[in-house]
């Protein structure tokens, strides 16, 4: 009986009233529980009815206690798995550890469900295993009595999937088994005479992802992207030479050949959607382009992963269904791509149709204007001032370490003087910072198209260029009718 999986609480002054008096969402979710817990009791009596504690409900309720027939299921979603709950140092964590507490002293019917994969990239490196073991240990010692540790469930061979999910099932029986014993019994027995390459990179990226991982401020995180920063270009170099001598120590022995190869899958995907990344420009800058050996050599990854997932069958990529898909449809069209030389300019410009919407049609949409300088543009609504449509730097080739400037050109349907017309800068979400950014009153703005200077500074792959509608006056109301955006463009600026 539990909230949907949706961060959306109800905002009701009388819930509002409940929630700030149990200093926590949870207060509204466990009276209501309890109440249903209540009904169902007295038809039977022997029943116990399951809920979320779980991201806004997190938090234990401040007076509420639980009803004796009410379990509560602790997620742990927001934590860093490099390390155990206990011993991570970034604030998820350590807020976690509060919550269990607190959530420990109401019941002894604890239940905790705990993530132990990447849910974003099932097959890419996520080098969590030395953290699990102090997991389940961690959860133990403060009263858990069911746990759920949920992995690349849709598929198989994900990251060390087969690994976790031995290791775990021998801890939920005894906490205490030495973890080296059975990496040892585990590396030997699945990977054959390729443990000790296959056993060289897990410890590997393992030691990496746990000094990356020592700073408070950079967990590794269960919907990570594939530019995991604790695993850069030269280590999966590394790794892939690891992989290759796997290969070969097993090339006669077919039991262990598979399963070597299929533990190869993890970093060859990284390594290819990597490359598939950089190669995405819309836009070259800089003296370099696409090469057709990189295209040869993107190729024949795509097709050796196509080939491992017709082999395997079930491999799945990614939990969203639509990622997974769409991952596996860009790789068939890749293969049969032609090298295509982009020539660099100093300047230059990316259209609307380059530049994402989110909640597309509701949002905004693409439309024809004929004010545009191509008759297309992109029209925001005032219904809202989120920012709605981003245009991420690793699509353009900029030459490293030089200085951009970023415009826009825009036209604004104004309503009334004195309001935000829209707000449009540069942010880094790595670093957490605005690179620069600007918020044109109303009657600053043009009703005609105008290019309109947003930032300059040097750019990096992570960042990516904002715009949205200017946000609501003191009225909660919009200063204008519609933003149309044309186009944004990029110059270098010389000294
Ligand atoms: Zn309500």
């Known amino acids: 009986m539990s909230q949907n999986d949706w961060y959306n609480y109800c905002e009701c002054p009388a819930c509002k009233a409940i929630d700030d008096e149990e200093e926590s ?23 116990l009815i399951e809920t979320l504690a779980y991201q806004y409900t997190r938090k234990p309720p401040k007076k ?25 140092p970034y604030k998820q964590n350590i807020s976690f550890r509060d919550d269990i507490r607190g959530w420990a002293k109401q019941t002894d019917l604890l239940y905790v469900w705990d993530y132990t994969t990447d849910f974003r990239n099932y097959t890419m490196p996520f080098p969590n295993v030395y953290a699990l073991q102090g997991n389940v240990k961690f959860l133990h010692a403060n009263g858990v009595k069911c746990l759920f540790e949920q992995g690349a469930y849709q598929g198989r061979h994900g990251d060390f999937a087969e690994l976790k999910s031995w290791l775990l099932a021998k801890w939920m029986w ?12 585990f590396f030997s027995g699945y990977y054959g005479k390729a443990a000790p390459f296959v056993r060289r990179y897990f410890e590997a990226v393992h030691r990496l992802q746990l000094m990356y991982s020592a700073s408070a401020d950079r967990p590794l995180r269960i919907f990570d992207d594939v530019t995991l920063p604790s695993l850069p270009d030269a280590v999966l170099d590394m790794a892939t030479d690891c992989w290759k001598q796997a290969i070969d120590a097993v090339k006669d022995d077919p039991v262990s050949s598979y399963n070597v190869r299929m533990g190869a899958f993890a970093v060859d995907y990284m390594r290819l959607e990597r490359m598939r990344r950089k190669s995405d420009k819309v836009l070259c800058l800089a003296r370099k382009s696409l090469a057709a050996q990189e295209l040869v050599k993107m190729q024949a990854l795509a097709k050796s992963l196509l080939d491992r997932m017709a ?9 969203g269904a639509n990622l997974h898909e769409q991952r596996k449809r860009e790789w068939q069209e890749l293969l049969a791509r032609k090298p295509r030389p982009i020539s660099a300019t100093s300047s230059g410009e990316v259209e609307e149709r380059d530049i994402s919407i989110s909640r597309k049609g509701t949002w905004g949409d693409y439309v024809d204007d004929p004010k545009a300088a191509d008759g297309k543009a992109m029209k925001l609504y005032n219904t809202h001032f989120e920012w709605c ?12 370490g030089a200085t951009y400037k970023v415009r826009v050109r825009v036209r604004v349907d104004k309503l009334r003087d004195g309001g935000e017309a829209f707000w449009a800068g540069v942010y880094d979400p790595v670093a957490k910072v605005g690179r620069g950014g600007i918020q044109p009153r109303t009657e600053n703005a043009s009703a005609e198209y105008a290019w309109y200077d947003v930032c300059t500074w040097v750019p990096n792959e992570n960042e990516y260029f904002w715009i949205g509608p200017g946000r609501f006056g003191k009225d909660g109301k919009s200063s204008f009718k519609a933003l149309w955006v044309d186009k944004i463009d990029f110059s270098r600026v010389t000294k």
Request: glycine letters at 2%; aromatic letters at 6%; hydrophobic letters at 40%.
């Open 174 to 185: 005894n906490p205490e088994l030495p973890m080296e014993p059975l990496l040892d019994d």
């Open 389 to 400: 449509t981003t245009f991420p730097m690793h699509k353009v080739e900029f030459e490293p």
């Open 64 to 88: 509420t206690r639980l009803r004796h027939n009410v379990i509560p299921c602790l997620c742990t979603i927001e934590c860093d798995f490099a390390q155990p709950i206990d011993v991570s």
């Open 25 to 47: 969402h949870a207060g509204t979710m466990v009276r209501f529980v309890n109440a249903i817990a209540e009904a169902v009791e007295k038809e039977f009596p022997n029943a």
């Open 311 to 319: 082999e395997a069958k079930d491999i799945r990529l990614s939990e």
